[in-house]
């Protein structure tokens, strides 16, 4: 037997907030029946339905996919390119990813079909670490990477404290391969974080998000994430909401 709130909110209808909002406004029903009290629990036969539509009860599946460039974060493309659910099998279709990596971006991008763990993921209040490694062109000087560190102003705003290393550069080409964690998830931050230095990113990797990594992957794999990784990814969400 599961808390009500917890089910709808697995069944990716909303955040469990949310549900318990909808619970209380008498917008659920269990086997036919309105039912406003946030305790109720609920078991696996039980018909529940939101607003008059009856919840898909999935088991969670979480997937921790290396994403190839060119591939869209999304379950659709309204252009017909392809998208981040085109690598799994048709009958994993359900899911859908946590956050978004750029079309050029290549890296570790999590897809579920769990709405709450997702919701709680993407919230910006819970600002989990992410390792990215960039190619840009040309050679960044000490000075400009430390403002990149200390934050520099975006139009939306000033990007939060992050960590930046120089990993190599190449001097005959003229490029550079610098590596940033950051905690926040501006749309094209690290790209929008360089131009503002005055360098172009010509390749983007995400490497890390909290303590997962792409390690034993190449593009276009995938691994199922084990269940104490997913339970490391709720604890994370949490402590790391204490720290920020
Ligand atoms: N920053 C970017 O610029 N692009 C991404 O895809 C992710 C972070």
């Known amino acids: 037997m599961e808390r ?3 089910v709808i909110a697995h069944a990716g209808v909303t955040s469990r907030r949310k549900a318990e909002q909808l619970i209380l406004e008498g917008k659920i029903k269990v086997n036919g ?12 036969n039980d018909k529940i339905e939101v607003d008059g539509i009856p919840i898909t009860r999935e088991e969670p599946v979480y997937y921790l996919l290396y994403k190839p460039r060119e591939v869209i974060s999304a379950v659709s493309d309204d ?13 994993e279709r359900r899911i859908f990813p946590i956050g978004r990596l750029d079309y050029h971006t290549s890296g570790l991008l ?6 709450e763990l997702a919701n709680l993921l993407m919230h910006p209040k819970y ?9 840009v062109n040309g050679i960044p000087t000490r000075e400009q990477l430390t403002k990149l560190e200390r934050g520099v102003n975006l139009e939306d705003g000033k990007t939060a404290p992050a ?3 120089l990993l190599s550069v190449d001097r005959k080409k003229g490029t550079s391969i610098v590596q940033m964690i950051i905690h926040e998830g501006k749309n ?29 992957l190449s593009p276009g794999d995938y691994r199922e994430l084990t269940p104490h990784e997913v339970k490391q990814l ?4 949490v402590t790391q909401r204490s720290q920020y």
């Open 110 to 115: 999590l897809l579920t079909n769990d709405g």
């Open 188 to 216: 094209r931050q690290v790209r929008r974080m360089f131009e503002a230095i005055g360098y172009k990113v010509q390749k983007l990797k995400r490497e890390r998000y909290g303590f997962l990594d792409l390690k034993g």
């Open 79 to 91: 252009k017909g390119r392809k998208v981040v659910t085109d690598l799994f099998p048709m009958e």
């Open 127 to 135: 600002n989990i670490e992410k390792l990215y490694v960039a190619k």
């Open 234 to 237: 709720r604890n994370l969400a």
């Open 33 to 44: 029946i309105v039912v406003k009290e946030l305790g109720t629990k609920v078991s696996g």
């Open 163 to 165: 960590k930046v290393k």
């Open 4 to 6: 009500l709130q917890k």
